[in-house]
């Protein structure tokens, strides 16, 4: 387990919510942000606060450098070969859409085909679902096997030569699962087509290397990993990007801009119109510094033996149903649940009472709950900032909440 001092350079968790010591198990859907990068950011907005890329005063160059600096993090965080290929967006979102919109528009056209699978967030659905609509292609689904992991003879029955993008969720912000991405990369190339991982719930907590991966795109948001809120980043391989088009015009992104004809500024900035999101980009470079000093490999140790804690101890609660994967190794620190038939947001609530945050609904993913014949469920996911004793105020909390909705449901 990661020491408990961890929790020193996290001051939100340090407070009382109804009257309990905070409990914070919803980092799948923020994390918190430790010190390092709430000062980051109060030091950039203090010292360098300025616009990039044109100044020739000193707090422009400043503040470029901070900027620019924080991109040669992030391609040694996923391993890139160069900043070039690290396009600075909005977050997952974004991300996803610019390679729906750029790289799909021009290379899909009727009859071809995008792979995704049952599993995954809508912001990794809605994108192809238009890119389909659009263009006359199908989209077609990956099915799941019946503890919510994918296996490759599905990968492999599902991805056809008429395949041109197959994209597919790292780990499963609902089920935990962990994704084999490197050898559904290989099958989407051995057709032909290129591959996007949704890495939103997998850079938090898993060393990522693009080039071992050979994953053509990759997408993932800052606040999910100690970051800001606004920030997130496009990896894509730098052949494919030099060939796309941007989807967002305007200043900073431009070479040259005639009357009625304009040229682009070369990779990455062609793909980052509009004044960048600087202070976002200068916190999640902090926090990726805070990520590596501890080690994302402890990091995943470290969730992996929470989810097996929490597992065998909400299994021993009957009548509360864990989906996903039964095998803790199979999935990343993240327990969606349900308690007999308790609305979960009736059990978020009496949670919360209790000063526990979880999540409650259809966590985005509207096809997978489908696919688990649900309509919402609960869902604990953890971080490097919870330990054991949060698990064991969950246990409590949702004994609690079970003898309170015996009378009610
Ligand atoms: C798996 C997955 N993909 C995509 C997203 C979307 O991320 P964002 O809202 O930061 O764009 C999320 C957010 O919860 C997610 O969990």
């Not at 620019?68 to 070039?84: D, H, L, P």
């Not at 062609?270 to 902090?286: M, R, S, V, Y």
């Not at 990091?299 to 021993?316: G, N, P, T, V």
Request: proline share 3%.
């Amino acid at each position: 387990m990661l020491s408990t001092d961890i929790r020193s350079h996290f001051p939100i968790l340090h407070q009382e919510i109804n009257g309990h010591p905070l409990v914070y198990l919803d980092s799948g859907a923020t994390s918190q942000k430790p010190t390092q990068v709430i000062e980051a950011i109060k030091n950039y907005y203090e010292l360098e606060n300025s616009n990039v890329h044109r100044g020739v005063h000193t707090l422009g160059n400043r503040a470029t450098d901070s900027y620019e600096g924080a991109r040669e993090k992030v391609r040694k965080f996923i391993n890139a070969t160069s900043t070039k290929e690290v396009i600075f967006t909005r977050g997952t979102t974004t991300s996803l859409n610019t390679v729906a919109r750029s790289y799909g528009l021009a290379n899909v056209k009727e009859g071809d085909e995008i792979v995704i699978t049952y599993m995954e967030h809508h912001s990794n659905i809605i994108p192809w679902q238009q890119l389909a609509k659009e263009t006359g292609a199908t989209l077609k689904y990956i099915d799941l096997e019946a503890d919510g992991t994918l296996s490759l003879e599905n990968v492999r029955a599902t991805i056809t030569d008429k395949t041109k993008i197959v994209s597919v969720v790292y780990v499963s912000n609902v089920l935990g699962t962990m994704n084999p991405i490197k050898e559904i990369t290989q099958i989407a190339h051995e057709h032909g087509a290129i591959m996007v991982v949704d890495g939103a719930q997998a850079s938090p907590h898993i060393k990522l290397d693009v080039q071992a991966l050979d994953c053509d795109f990759l997408a993932f948001s800052g606040h999910k990993m100690c970051g800001p809120t606004g920030i997130g980043v496009l990896y894509g391989k730098q052949a494919l990007l030099e060939k796309m088009e941007p989807i967002e015009f305007g200043g900073e992104m431009i070479d040259f801009v005639g009357l009625y004809e304009s040229t682009w500024k070369e990779l990455p900035w062609k793909f980052e119109g509009g004044t960048p999101i600087i202070a976002g980009a200068i916190g999640l470079g902090a926090a990726i510094d805070f990520l590596e000093e501890i080690g994302l490999d402890e990091i995943e140790k470290h969730e992996h033996e929470l989810a097996a804690y929490a597992m065998d101890k909400m299994s021993a609660i009957e009548g509360l149903t864990i989906y996903g994967p039964t095998d803790p190794s199979k999935r990343a620190g993240i327990i969606t649940f349900n308690l007999n038939d308790v609305h979960p947001h009736d059990l978020a609530t009496v949670l919360d009472m209790n000063g526990i945050a979880v999540r409650a609904g259809h966590h985005c993913a509207q096809p997978l709950m489908k696919w688990l014949q649900v309509s919402a469920t609960a869902r604990a996911s953890f971080y490097l900032y919870n330990t054991k004793e949060d698990i064991d105020s969950l246990i409590a909390g949702l004994r609690t909440a079970k003898e309170y909705f015996n009378d009610v449901y």
